[in-house]
């Protein structure tokens, strides 16, 4: 029996009520694993087979009063993050063989909730750049067309969704990690508001909030199920905090809300052609649910955004990646990007990093006045469909040449840059096949609102239900 596009918080009932076994479930996700993922190159360091179904059985055998949330899930976590025993290699040759002696917070608390760890998910070397290869596992292909890309730096987690490889992924955020490779396979990715996922307490605790951890899943109540398990506060980490509300999601009532369109930011943004239009002709479908949708350009200009974002960017991993550079023998094997990323974070002054967290500041000054009139902002996911797999990244759109390797991902810095959360909602699929998405942004630590809203517009599109990949 499959159950490869049952939603996870089904499978959730049919395991607490005995409807289903943990044990058949895993061999139901093994054999899908099995069918499709050497067309896509999705799930990496997959366990043994064996010691899966140990697992599955073992599960099988806790008392029902004893589970936790996600008890008998499989799950696989993006390579960015440490699961113990497993390989943590980051997509990098300088970690190709690394061996996870602990768990990072975030898996400690997937793992308590009672889900099985089957492997790992692909990502890009250090995650930097929105396409996922690496010279360790290769390239993660996108499964509606498997010579173009599955974007990243949770393209694993992605494609692992999309194909029914998993029912929940976990996925990481700085610049459109979670909404990128969501909009381009079909699925839900958010970056929750900063701070509601914390981080591990270790190292720098205050200076760095770019990044953050979020869920990824086929329908937002599964979003929420994740959300619900990896999020709250940690007396460790400031800043950290939780949200009770996450569970149970209703659909939010649409009849009456305020939807604010930011298009393409007066001309700012540039987009691959029949992108925008067809985002903009998605948009409009929360008229047809019942709220009103303004056309907003903002005053705020994206090149003051741009400067801020990649400034406090390059300062944040330079100040993580440096001792990479300055190494002889791993200086070698760094991609261009993180090279690029980490001279430029050097270059900085203190005076320059201070003005770029003026603008932030600024930026944030503006777009609570937004928020004031506007329930949720939206923007395009993406700027480009998605492209040719052996390229490293886009270097034009629409015969504009990109000046840096991520410029082309300019679209999702506007909520990255302020911590706000945001969910990838899917909104169709252009003339050419490929699937496409829309940023949903909300004010902070409206998360579960935000959650509302993507479940109302699941229930009028089913992206993910209605065109899954024909793998």
């Known amino acids: 029996m499959a159950f490869h596009f049952t939603p996870a918080y089904e499978l959730i009932d049919d395991l607490s009520n005995q409807r289903l076994s943990a044990t058949d479930l895993m061999k139901s996700t093994i054999g899908r ?46 390579d960015l993050a440490n699961a113990k025993g497993l390989l943590t290699t980051e997509g990098s040759p300088i970690f190709a063989n690394r061996i996870a002696e602990k768990d990072d917070l975030m898996v400690a608390r997937i793992r308590k909730a009672g889900a099985i760890i089957i492997g790992k998910t692909n990502t890009p070397e250090f995650g930097l750049g929105s396409h996922t290869y690496n010279p360790v596992f290769g390239t993660t292909f996108n499964p509606y067309d498997l010579k173009r890309s599955a974007g990243g730096s949770s ?27 969501a909009a381009w396979n079909n699925v839900y990715g958010m970056r929750p508001s900063w701070g509601l996922v914390p981080s591990d307490p270790e190292g720098d605790l205050f200076l760095h909030s770019l990044a953050t951890s979020g869920p990824m899943a086929r ?67 929360f008229e047809a649910m019942g709220a009103s949708v303004d056309l907003v350009i903002p005053e705020f200009t994206g090149e003051l955004l741009w400067e801020s974002w990649t400034k406090l960017r390059s300062w944040k991993l330079a100040s ?77 759109i629409d015969g504009i040449e990109m000046d840096t390797y991520h410029r082309w991902m300019e679209v999702v810095i506007p909520a990255g840059l302020l911590g706000l959360p945001v969910l990838n909602v899917p909104a169709g699929f252009g003339e050419n096949g490929l699937p496409f998405g829309l940023q949903l942004i909300g004010p902070k630590k409206s998360d579960d609102r935000l959650i509302a809203i993507g479940q109302s517009w699941h229930e009028m599109t089913n992206w993910p239900d209605s065109r899954p990949p024909s793998l």
């Open 320 to 396: 993580s990646h440096q001792h990479f550079l300055d190494d002889p023998v791993f200086s070698n094997q760094l991609k261009p990007a993180v090279i690029w990323e980490i001279e430029n974070g050097k270059s900085l002054s203190a005076q320059d990093v201070n003005t770029a967290s003026k603008l932030r500041s600024d930026w944030f000054l503006y777009a609570a006045e937004l928020f004031e009139t506007y329930d949720v902002l939206v923007l395009p996911s993406t700027q480009t469909w998605p492209f040719e797999a052996e390229k490293p990244h886009p270097t034009e």
């Open 33 to 78: 694993i099995w069918d499709v993922n050497e067309d896509v190159n999705a799930i990496v360091s997959l366990r043994e087979e064996q010691d899966l179904l140990e697992d599955a059985a073992s599960a099988d055998q806790v008392s029902l009063e004893q589970r936790g949330a996600l008890h008998g899930i499989p799950i696989a976590i993006k």
């Open 155 to 181: 393209g694993g987690a992605a494609v692992a969704l999309a194909t029914g490889m998993l029912s929940i992924a976990d996925g990481s955020d700085m610049m459109g990690s979670l909404r990128n490779p």
């Open 219 to 285: 329908n937002p109540k599964d979003i929420a199920l994740l959300l619900s398990v990896i999020s709250g506060e940690h007396p460790k980490v400031p800043n950290s905090f939780s949200n009770p509300d996450l569970l149970p999601v209703r659909a939010a009532d649409m009849k009456g809300l305020r939807v604010g369109w930011l298009g393409d930011w007066g001309g700012n943004l540039k987009f691959e052609s029949g992108l925008f239009e067809a985002a903009e002709k998605a948009v409009r479908q």
